[in-house]
């Protein structure tokens, strides 16, 4: 068998089940010029939460006679608020045409119990989400010794001291700085979790790459540098690495 056909045999993708977090807009009434205030008074309390907030709208609720639904105007209203429909709740025909219509998937109405959501808490919870945790700080990791080619090493949590040359081919990693007080000829990778106040200090840059927070130059470039071969210190000012005399 090639080694295309053994590919093509090989599955590209799996089906998993998932417990998404989906807000429900309940529309007790068919105004879509209230909806549009209404909702923008909401939005003026917790503007977070209505950021990109995937939605199900729910015209299960309206009464029968509220007449047709203009269903692109109602979701283009939540969209200017922030809110990314995915699917309506319907029970109407009319209703349920129209997502067909526009190749809007529709669900049953649901029988489970739903309670009211407050923005403000919402926004909160979001936010919560979105703050990642304070990182663990730990001691600075101290090098004495040279790091030959081939070796790794790494200061998870903190920063890293070497006092001894680094030879080519050999690896820093950081969480925090790097300071390598000799010869840096190796790769140095500081703030390697994103840390972009994170430092690179050695006595005498002769790095292969050197890099912080993901952003980095290699050996080309460093060459080119007035500063290669010379005490420096790195930093990282937006995309751009800094390179400056120590």
Known sequence: MSQN???????????????????????ARNNLEALDRQLAAKVAQAP?????????LALDK??????AVDLPGLMRVCRQHGLR???????????????IAIDLPVLP????????????????????????PEPTVKPTRVITTPVRGGQQIYAPGGDLVVIAPVSPGAELLADGNIHVYGPLRGRA???????TKARIFC?????ELISIAGQYK?????????????????????????????
């Open 5 to 27: 056909e053994s590919q093509e045999q090989e599955p590209v993708f799996q089906l998993k089940g998932s417990m998404l977090a989906i807000t429900v807009l309940e529309l």
């Open 48 to 56: 977070n939460f209505f950021s990109n907030t995937p939605l199900v």
């Open 62 to 67: 309206l009464p029968a006679d509220s007449g």
């Open 85 to 99: 429909t995915l699917a309506i709740r319907a029970n109407r025909i009319e209703d349920i045409a129209a997502a």
């Open 109 to 132: 109405p649901s029988g489970a119990r739903e309670r009211a959501l407050d923005p403000l808490e919402g926004e909160a919870a979001k936010k919560k989400a979105e703050t990642p």
């Open 189 to 195: 990778l500081a703030g390697i979790k994103g840390d």
């Open 203 to 207: 006595q005498q840059m002769g790095a």
């Open 218 to 246: 290699v050996s080309e470039d460093l060459r080119r540098d007035p500063l290669w071969g010379t005490s420096v210190q790195v930093s990282l000012s937006g995309d751009v690495l800094n390179i400056i005399r120590l």
